[in-house]
């Protein structure tokens, strides 16, 4: 059994794993075309995030999926550069919203070369996407436009945050399913589509991206609290310092409304405090790690990753289901 870098999967068959690994490295050569310019600087802005590396996690699924009919069709690489050009490209927009200082462990594109420059840079990735986009043919074009405004939608639902009396967590989750979940799902409907496998396959895959996507991101929330490492390429606690309430918060508070226990609720007023301040910053996050609102986080992963994984249910037994049900497994292991 060898692994896949670098999301670290474990493929059990030789062949699979060069077939993904020689997909990964095209995709890999794409994208450093795709972000090239005439103009020197915006080769350096557009390739910043390229070169500090990253799970690529939808190209991956691309290529996985692709092996359910021809994973050397000549679609399949190009797909994969672009649901990967449109994550980068979200990146950079995220981490102006954000105000983040760090991606990937280098600092965030607004930091080095400010916001405006930061957002241009995004757009620029995803018209380089949209060019790729334009030789796939039609109905790529109009699935990754449906995907791209689902992905546009979720991001304005954060912002705008739940309406009167809807549950928060639903709020969320339906945040998450368009933020992250929609493109994932591009990518195991591209791989699947683009090789030429059968509908009811495409079907699968496209649903199994989706929820293993929301899966993927709330392993992220996790880390972001537990990890005391920068596993996530951000710094622990970000989400916190910010003040943006992921799952873990999101299941405290709901803990609050339902028990009002006095701990609970103390915990619940200094992460509504302002933890710019490191050391109330480092009281929360420690707090927040001892708390069984994390492991009901964790929990809710889990279910995820599991529909995810009954999903495949149709799918003809082969190294490549299971691989997917390994990524399944690898999802989780990140929130563990």
Wanted: net charge negative; charged share 25%; aromatic share 4%.
């Amino acid at each position: 059994m060898t692994v896949v870098e670098p999301f670290g999967l474990s493929v059990r068959d030789q062949a699979l794993e060069a077939d993904v690994q020689a997909g990964l490295a095209a995709a890999e050569e794409g994208l450093l075309e795709a972000t090239k310019s005439e103009v020197p600087f915006i080769t350096e802005a557009a390739q910043h995030l390229v070169r500090a590396g990253g799970k690529r996690f939808r190209p991956l699924l691309v290529m996985l999926a692709a092996q359910f009919g021809d994973p050397y069709a000549p679609g399949v690489v190009p797909s994969a550069v672009v649901v990967e050009l449109t994550h980068l490209a979200t990146l950079y927009h995220d981490d102006v919203m954000d105000e983040a200082d760090v991606r990937r462990g280098v600092p965030s594109a607004n930091v080095r070369w400010g916001n405006s420059l930061a957002v241009l840079t995004g757009d620029f990735l995803f018209s380089r996407a949209s060019h790729i986009l334009a030789d796939l043919g039609p109905e790529a074009v109009r699935i990754q436009a449906e995907a791209f405004e689902r992905l546009v939608t979720g991001q304005i639902l954060e912002t705008a945050g739940p309406r009167d009396g809807r549950d928060p967590i639903e709020h969320y989750m339906d945040v998450l399913s368009g933020k992250t979940g929609s493109l994932v799902a591009v990518a195991g409907r591209f791989g699947a589509m683009m090789s030429g496998a059968d509908e009811t396959v495409v079907d699968v895959l496209t649903q199994y991206g989706e929820r293993l996507g929301v899966a993927f991101q709330l392993a992220d929330d996790v880390l972001d609290i537990a990890s005391d490492s920068h596993e996530s390429g951000k710094t622990p606690g970000t989400d916190l310092r910010e003040g943006v309430a992921t799952l873990p918060v999101l299941r405290l508070r709901e803990r609050i409304r339902k028990l009002g226990l006095p701990e609970d609720v103390a915990l619940g007023e200094l992460l509504d405090s302002d933890l710019t301040d490191d050391a109330r910053h480092a009281e929360a996050l420690a707090r927040l790690r001892a708390h069984p609102a994390l492991e009901l986080a964790r929990q809710d992963t889990v279910r995820y990753a599991q529909e995810a994984r009954a999903v495949l249910a149709p799918l003809p037994e082969c190294d490549a289901k299971s691989a997917l049900v390994d990524l399944c497994d690898a999802v989780v292991h990140r929130a563990g």
